[in-house]
């Protein structure tokens, strides 16, 4: 079946140690998204690719980055992890065109601990 | 601005009861409307969706209708179960490649 896939399911890293959460699909889609999503709270935008062209939300802080290197892989890079990034991590994928008549497709996330 | 506008939870309700949870939003042109659904542990799945007004979206015995004059998206279930129990997101897409999503509401059904 298409879908999207993210590993790992639970990544457990230092603080301060660089990691990376991958996000694939099958679906073809031109847009991909990383959301984050802390306990009872609602997914946060971090990100977006619209195919190549990278769009970043102004809140979102520097110590996150992404890569997209082609249409169906997306990484999330988080470069020095503090004890208040341990979350969720949501990748979600859209078809960018006929805007409104489709959702959005999401993996089922990465769930972020920092020791 | 695009908002959206969710009951605050938690919902806690019987096996087999009557489910609503409110959603309103705010948008400019005609956006669509999705209800998402979040279980333990997982990502977010599409539950239900509406692109124009007065459609009907449905899924799983849930449903919800995109009222333009009242600007709302209920979601209604006429008999709950304990499978249910799960955070449900209220979105919208208004014409841009954005969802914005409410602040999601938490259901618990006890047997």
């Known amino acids: 079946d298409a879908m999207v896939i993210q590993n790992p399911r639970y990544q457990v890293t230092q603080f301060g140690k660089p990691v990376t959460l991958s996000c694939s699909q099958t679906l073809n889609h031109n847009v991909m998204y990383w959301y984050q999503q802390k306990s009872s709270q609602a997914p946060k935008l971090l990100f977006h690719?619209?195919?190549?062209?990278?769009?970043n939300e102004a809140d979102t802080p520097d110590n996150f980055q992404s890569r997209r290197p082609n249409t169906s892989f997306c990484f999330l890079d988080i470069r020095s992890p503090g004890l208040g990034d341990a979350a969720m991590y949501l990748c979600a994928t859209h078809k960018g065109a006929a805007l409104g008549d489709y959702g959005y497709t999401f993996g089922s996330g990465t769930r972020l601990t920092v020791v | 601005g695009n908002s959206v506008t969710q009951m605050e939870g938690p919902v806690t309700l019987s096996e087999e009861a009557f489910l609503t949870i409110n959603c309103t939003y705010t948008a400019t042109g005609y956006p669509s409307l999705f209800w998402y659904v979040q279980y333990p542990g997982e990502g977010l799945q599409l539950l239900l969706k509406a692109t124009k007004a007065d459609d009907k979206g449905s899924n799983k015995g849930f449903e919800a209708t995109y009222r333009k004059e009242t600007t709302s998206f209920h979601l209604e279930k006429g008999s709950v179960q304990v499978s249910d129990s799960a955070v449900y997101f209220c979105?919208?897409?208004?014409?841009?490649?954005?969802?914005?999503f409410g602040t999601g509401t938490r259901l618990q059904v006890f047997p």
């Open positions: 979105a919208l897409l208004p014409g841009t490649d954005k969802l914005i």
């Open positions: 690719y619209y195919d190549k062209d990278f769009n």
